[in-house]
C-alpha cells in the first residue's frame, strides 16, 4: 500500500456503513488521520479504533447544520487542519410506488442525501478558505444519480441532486486548486437496504440482480474505497468534476439491445405491481416475456412470427 495520503487529515461521513468505513480504512491505510463520521456513534467508533492510524469518531447528522460544524471544528481541534473529504452518509429511505410516497419520506431522504453534501462541500471550503488552501473533495453518487427506477425515486432524485453540488462546487474549487468528484457505485451488498432486506429490488436481491451487471457480480465496499482514495489523491490531480462509475459496468448497458438484457424482464409483472393494468397489456406484447434468447434477430426484440403478423 503506497502512503500517498501521509499528514493529510481526512473527513469521512457515513463511515461506520459499508463503504465509509472501507474509505476510511483505505484513506488511514495510505497515511491519512481520519475523522469517523456517523449518525452511529457506536460504529463510528468502532471504526476508529480498528484504523491503524490517528483516527477520532464524531457523532453527527449530515443534515444538520450544527453537526457538519462540529465535526468541522473537531477535526481542526484534533489534528490542525483539514485536507480531505469523502461525503458518502446516504439512506435511500422506503420503497414505495409514486403515488404512494410520503413528502415526508421525500424531505428526509433529500435531507441526507442533497442537503447533506451540500453542507458538507460548504463546510469544507469555508474551511479551505481559513486556511489558505485545500486538497479534495470526493461525493458518493450512485448509479442512481445517471439512470432511472420508479421505486426509489427520492434516492433517485437526492442522488441526481448530490452530482448538481459536486459540479457547483467543482466550478467554484478549479481556480482555487480544489478537486471535487464523485463516485458513482452500482450494487454493493452493504446494510444500505436493511429496512427493505425482503423486498424485490432490496439488500437480499442484489446477488439476483448483480448477474444483470456486465462483470457479472456485485462490487464490494473495497473496490469503492479504491477509487476514493484515488480521487483524493494526487495521482487524480487533473481529475475535476467528474463522476467515476465503480459499478461492473452496469452504466453502459443499453438495456433495449438483447445483449443488455432486453426481453430478460418480466415488465408485465413489474407493471402490474405498479397498478397499471392496462399498460401491462402492451408491454407483455412489446417486450414479449423472455423470448428474447429465442434465437429472432438482433433487434427483434424477441417477438415471434405470430407477434409480427399480429402487430401486422
Ligand atoms: N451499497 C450500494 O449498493 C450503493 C450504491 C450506490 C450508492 N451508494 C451510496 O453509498 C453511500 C454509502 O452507503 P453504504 O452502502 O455504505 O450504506 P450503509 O447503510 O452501510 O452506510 C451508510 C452510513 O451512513 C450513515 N448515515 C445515515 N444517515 C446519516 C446522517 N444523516 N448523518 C450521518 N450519517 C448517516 C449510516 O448510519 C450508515 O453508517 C450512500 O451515499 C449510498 O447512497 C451505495
Known sequence: MTRRLEGRVAVVTGAAGGIGAASARRLSDEGASVVVVDLDHDGAREVAAGLPGPAVAVAADVSREEDVERYTRIAVETYGRLDLHHLNAGIVGPFAELPDMSAADFDHVVGVNLRGPFLGVRAAFRRYREQGGGGAIVLTASIASLRGSHDLLPYQASKHGALGVMRGAAMYGGPLGVRVNAVA??????????AARD????????TRRGTTVPLRRTG????????????LSDDAAYVHGEVVSVDGGAAIVST??????????????VDSRAGNGSRAGNGSRAGNGGQAGSGGPAGSGG?????????A
Open 185 to 194: 457505485p452500482g450494487l454493493v451488498p452493504t446494510g444500505l437496504f436493511t
Open 199 to 206: 423486498e424485490s429490488g432490496g439488500g437480499d436481491d442484489m
Open 220 to 231: 464490494s465496499p473495497d473496490e469503492i474505497a479504491s477509487v476514493v482514495a484515488f480521487l
Open 256 to 269: 433495449v439491445r438483447p445483449s443488455g438484457g432486453a426481453g430478460a424482464w418480466d415488465t408485465a409483472a
Open 303 to 311: 417477438r415471434t412470427a405470430d407477434d409480427r403478423r399480429a402487430e
